[in-house]
C-alpha cells in the first residue's frame, strides 16, 4: 500500500492547475446511460474513483474511449472520455461494486427511466455514517416507480415508463437531487423538484442534460422542473472545476504562509469557504488566472462555522479547515450538520499534537504554536487530505498510510503540490 512522505514547514509558492470536479464528473458519466448515443466529456480528472465507475459503467455495457493525448496536451490536462451506452446489456448493479462506490447506486435512475427495470445492491455502512438511500427511493416513487427490497438489492420497475410527478425532499440531498433529474428526464410529463440541492455539480450536470436534449428549468436553485422528453441525444460537455480541490489548496496555502495562483479556479463555486479563509486573515484574489491565495507570516485567525448545504461551507471542507484551525491564534468551533461521524480525522490530527475535544457534532479546536510529524492513517477522502495539510505545516516527518482515499479524489496531489515547494513523495508498496 502506498504511503506519503511529507517533511513539513515549507511555503507553499506557485500555481496549481485545478481540475475537473469528480462529484460532478460521477453523475455525468452515469447520466451518459440515459442515451443510445455518444457522450463525451472533457476536463474528465483522472482518479481512482472515475477509473471505477468506469468499469462498473461496462458491466452494463457502455463502451468508454479514452482520447489519446492532442499535440500541445500535457499530463496536467483533463482527459476526454468518449462514452457509449448504445446497448444495455445488464439491469443489474451487484454488491460487489456498488459497495465500492456509494455514487455508483445512481445508475438505478437511468437505467430504470431508460430500460424499465434495475436491480441495483443497496451501497451499505460507510465510514462517514449511515448515508441511507431513502430519499432516492422516494424520488422513483413519485415518479411512479415500483420499488421492492429484496436481498440487499433495490428492484425498480417502470415496466410502461416513468411518469412526471412531484418531489418534494424531506431534506436537501445531492444524490436525491442527481436521481430526481436524471429520471425524470425520460418521464412523460413534467415534473417538479422542490427543496433540491443546489450544489454547483447539480447545475453543471443539469447543463449537460439540457445540451443533451432534456428540458430542465431551475437547477441550482431549490426548485427545478423538468418537462420530460421521449428520447435524448448525444453532447460534448466539460466538467467543471472541483471547488474543493481549489478550497483545500488555498486550506494548504494558508497553512503554509505561501502564495499560489489556483488555475482555473472559480472563486463563486465556493464563497462561503474564502469568506471563511478571509475571516482567518488569508488573502483570496480572483485574478484571469483563477484565484490568487496569499498569507503573510502574521498568523491564522480562529474561525466559527456549520457545515450546511449549497451555497453554505461545505461538509467536504470540514476537515481541511480543521487542520488549518490547529494553528490558529485562537480557539475555533466547527459544526458538523451533514453527515454523522465525519470526524475521523480528529484522532489523527491530535497525533500530530492538535488541541480538539470532540462533543456530538460540535468540534472545539484551541490552536497550538507547532505540530509535529508523526505516522497517521488516512481514513476518508476529505480527511486524508487534512492530514496533509497538517503535515505541511508540521515539524518533521509525517507519513501518511493508506493513500488510496487520497487517489479517489485528489488527482496527482504529491505533484501539485511539489511543484509548487512541498517536500512531498509518494513511496510505493
Ligand atoms: C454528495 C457528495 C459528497 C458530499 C455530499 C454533501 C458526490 C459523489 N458526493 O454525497 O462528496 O459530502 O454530497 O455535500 O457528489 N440522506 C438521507 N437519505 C438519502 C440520501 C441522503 O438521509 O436517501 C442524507 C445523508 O445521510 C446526509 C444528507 O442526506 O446526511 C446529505 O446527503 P447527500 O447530499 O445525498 O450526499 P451524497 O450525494 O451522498
Same mark, same amino acid.
Request: proline share 4%; net charge neutral.
Given at each position: 500500500?502506498?504511503?506519503?512522505?511529507?517533511?513539513?514547514?515549507?511555503?507553499?509558492?506557485?500555481?496549481?492547475?485545478?481540475?475537473?470536479?469528480?462529484?460532478?464528473?460521477?453523475?455525468?458519466?452515469?447520466?451518459?446511460?440515459?442515451?443510445?448515443?455518444?457522450?463525451?466529456?472533457?476536463?474528465?480528472?483522472?482518479?481512482?474513483?472515475?477509473?471505477?465507475?468506469? +468499469?462498473?459503467?461496462?458491466?452494463?455495457?457502455?463502451?468508454? $474511449?479514452?482520447?489519446?493525448?492532442?499535440?500541445?496536451?500535457?499530463?496536467?490536462?483533463?482527459?476526454?472520455?468518449?462514452?457509449?451506452?448504445?446497448?444495455?446489456?445488464?439491469?443489474?448493479?451487484?454488491?460487489?461494486?456498488?459497495?465500492? $462506490?456509494?455514487?455508483?447506486?445512481?445508475?438505478?435512475?437511468?437505467?430504470?427511466?431508460? $430500460?424499465?427495470?434495475?436491480?441495483?445492491?443497496?451501497?451499505?455502512?460507510?465510514?462517514?455514517?449511515?448515508?441511507?438511500?431513502?430519499?432516492?427511493?422516494?424520488?422513483?416513487?413519485?415518479?411512479?416507480?415500483?420499488?421492492?427490497?429484496?436481498?440487499?438489492?433495490?428492484?425498480?420497475?417502470?415496466?410502461?415508463?416513468?411518469?412526471?410527478?412531484?418531489?418534494?425532499?424531506?431534506?436537501?440531498?445531492?444524490?436525491?437531487?442527481?436521481?430526481?433529474?436524471?429520471?425524470?428526464?425520460?418521464?412523460?410529463?413534467?415534473?417538479?423538484?422542490?427543496?433540491?440541492?443546489?450544489?454547483?455539480?447539480?447545475?453543471?450536470?443539469?447543463?449537460?442534460?439540457?445540451?443533451?436534449?432534456?428540458?430542465?428549468?431551475?437547477?441550482?436553485?431549490?426548485?427545478?422542473?423538468?418537462?420530460?422528453?421521449?428520447?435524448?441525444?448525444?453532447?460534448?460537455?466539460?466538467?467543471?472545476?472541483? +471547488?474543493?480541490?481549489?478550497?483545500?489548496?488555498?486550506?494548504?496555502?494558508?497553512?503554509?504562509?505561501?502564495?499560489?495562483?489556483?488555475?482555473?479556479?472559480?472563486?463563486?463555486?465556493?464563497?462561503?469557504?474564502?469568506?471563511?479563509?478571509?475571516?482567518?486573515?488569508?488573502?483570496?484574489?480572483?485574478?484571469?488566472?483563477?484565484?490568487?491565495?496569499?498569507?503573510?507570516?502574521?498568523?491564522?485567525?480562529?474561525?466559527?462555522?456549520?457545515?450546511?448545504?449549497?451555497?453554505?461551507?461545505?461538509?467536504?471542507?470540514?476537515?481541511?479547515? $480543521?487542520?488549518?484551525?490547529?494553528?490558529?491564534?485562537?480557539?475555533?468551533?466547527?459544526?458538523?450538520?451533514?453527515?454523522?461521524?465525519?470526524?475521523?480525522?480528529?484522532?489523527?490530527?491530535? +497525533?500530530?499534537?492538535?488541541?480538539?475535544?470532540?462533543?456530538?457534532?460540535?468540534?472545539?479546536?484551541?490552536?497550538?504554536?507547532?505540530?509535529?510529524?508523526?505516522?497517521?492513517?488516512?481514513?476518508?477522502?476529505?480527511?486524508?487530505?487534512?492530514?496533509?495539510?497538517?503535515?505541511?505545516?508540521?515539524?518533521?516527518?509525517?507519513?501518511?498510510?493508506?493513500?488510496?482515499?487520497?487517489? +479517489?479524489?485528489?488527482?496527482?496531489?504529491?505533484?501539485?503540490?511539489?511543484?509548487?515547494?512541498?517536500?512531498?513523495?509518494?513511496?510505493?508498496?
Amino acid at each position: 500500500m502506498d504511503r506519503i512522505r511529507i517533511v513539513g514547514r515549507r511555503p507553499l509558492q506557485g500555481t496549481i492547475r485545478i481540475s475537473g470536479a469528480k462529484n460532478a464528473t460521477l453523475p455525468l458519466m452515469i447520466a451518459s446511460m440515459l442515451t443510445d448515443q455518444t457522450l463525451i466529456l472533457d476536463n474528465v480528472p483522472r482518479l481512482a474513483d472515475v477509473n471505477l465507475l468506469q +468499469r462498473i459503467l461496462g458491466n452494463h455495457g457502455v463502451d468508454i $474511449m479514452v482520447s489519446g493525448k492532442r499535440p500541445g496536451e500535457t499530463a496536467l490536462d483533463g482527459q476526454t472520455l468518449h462514452i457509449s451506452a448504445a446497448n444495455i446489456v445488464d439491469t443489474t448493479a451487484p454488491y460487489e461494486l456498488v459497495s465500492k $462506490m456509494r455514487a455508483s447506486f445512481w445508475v438505478i435512475a437511468p437505467l430504470v427511466a431508460r $430500460m424499465g427495470e434495475a436491480r441495483v445492491s443497496m451501497p451499505g455502512g460507510c465510514a462517514i455514517g449511515t448515508r441511507p438511500v431513502d430519499l432516492l427511493i422516494l424520488a422513483l416513487e413519485r415518479l411512479g416507480a415500483q420499488i421492492e427490497i429484496d436481498g440487499g438489492y433495490v428492484v425498480a420497475r417502470a415496466p410502461n415508463g416513468l411518469k412526471g410527478g412531484e418531489i418534494s425532499f424531506p431534506k436537501v440531498t445531492v444524490s436525491g437531487t442527481h436521481t430526481a433529474l436524471m429520471a425524470a428526464a425520460l418521464a412523460d410529463g413534467e415534473t417538479l423538484i422542490e427543496n433540491a440541492a443546489r450544489e454547483p455539480e447539480i447545475a453543471d450536470v443539469a447543463e449537460c442534460l439540457n445540451k443533451m436534449g432534456a428540458r430542465i428549468v431551475g437547477a441550482g436553485t431549490e426548485r427545478i422542473v423538468v418537462t420530460g422528453v421521449p428520447k435524448l441525444n448525444g453532447a460534448r460537455h466539460r466538467v467543471l472545476p472541483d +471547488r474543493i480541490e481549489t478550497g483545500t489548496y488555498a486550506m494548504a496555502v494558508a497553512m503554509t504562509s505561501g502564495d499560489v495562483v489556483l488555475e482555473g479556479a472559480r472563486p463563486e463555486l465556493l464563497q462561503a469557504a474564502l469568506d471563511v479563509l478571509g475571516e482567518a486573515g488569508v488573502g483570496i484574489a480572483k485574478t484571469n488566472e483563477g484565484i490568487r491565495v496569499t498569507k503573510n507570516g502574521t498568523g491564522i485567525a480562529p474561525v466559527e462555522i456549520t457545515t450546511q448545504p449549497f451555497p453554505g461551507f461545505p461538509t467536504d471542507l470540514q476537515a481541511q479547515l $480543521m487542520a488549518l484551525m490547529t494553528r490558529a491564534n485562537g480557539t475555533s468551533h466547527i459544526t458538523e450538520t451533514i453527515f454523522e461521524n465525519r470526524f475521523m480525522h480528529v484522532q489523527e490530527l491530535v +497525533r500530530l499534537g492538535a488541541h480538539i475535544h470532540l462533543d456530538g457534532e460540535k468540534a472545539t479546536i484551541e490552536g497550538v504554536e507547532k505540530l509535529k510529524g508523526a505516522p497517521v492513517m488516512a481514513t476518508d477522502l476529505r480527511a486524508s487530505v487534512s492530514l496533509v495539510i497538517a503535515a505541511l505545516a508540521a515539524e518533521g516527518v509525517t507519513m501518511v498510510n493508506r493513500v488510496y482515499h487520497l487517489d +479517489r479524489g485528489f488527482e496527482r496531489l504529491e505533484d501539485k503540490l511539489s511543484g509548487c515547494g512541498a517536500a512531498i513523495e509518494r513511496i510505493s508498496g
